[in-house]
């Protein structure tokens, strides 16, 4: 295999290479409107597209999907009682946590126990169902629930 050495393309000052315009300006002008041929439009972090290059705005509220570690995140705090189970384990097949929810992550929650003070790292993948004695903070997009809570 041959080398192949860095070789800078040449561009023309205030246009994109490949694109037809005049390219006339002074070095860091952009210059007149409709001189530099196609400018990529003015697009917000994360605004979907559409293959024609058209910015579809997102709506102003935007709520997290509806997936068990955002409910979990908007009850930081809670206590709940976490039934879980564990397959090919010959100790014990189910055991039952009780905690307040410190943490959770895609695939985690971590809990303390106010008895023991103990912290512990649940995974969801053996999480079967979580029971709360109290109201729950929960939103789902176009479903109007209940707002979260100050702190």
Do not use: C
């Not at 800078?8 to 007149?32: D, H, I, L, R, W």
């Not at 014990?92 to 008895?115: L, M, P």
């Not at 912290?119 to 079967?128: A, F, M, Q």
């Amino acid at each position: 295999m041959v080398p192949q050495f860095f070789r800078p393309s040449p561009y023309q000052m205030g246009g994109y290479p490949g694109v037809s315009g005049s390219g006339t300006g002074t070095p860091g002008s952009m210059g007149t409107p409709g001189s530099m041929g196609a400018v990529p439009p003015q697009v917000t972090s994360g605004s979907p597209m559409t293959p024609t290059g058209a910015v579809i705005q997102a709506p102003q509220q935007q709520f997290e999907q509806s997936y068990v570690e955002n409910i979990l995140r908007l009850n930081l705090g809670k206590t709940g009682t976490f039934y879980m189970t564990y397959e090919n384990n010959s100790q014990w097949n189910a055991k039952i946590f009780t905690g307040v929810i410190e943490a959770a992550g895609r695939d985690h929650i971590i809990i303390s126990e106010r008895s023991t003070g103990q912290r512990i790292l649940l995974l969801t993948l053996n999480l079967d169902y979580i029971v709360f004695n109290e109201p729950l903070v929960y939103q789902y997009p176009g479903v109007v629930g209940n707002p979260p809570q100050g702190r």
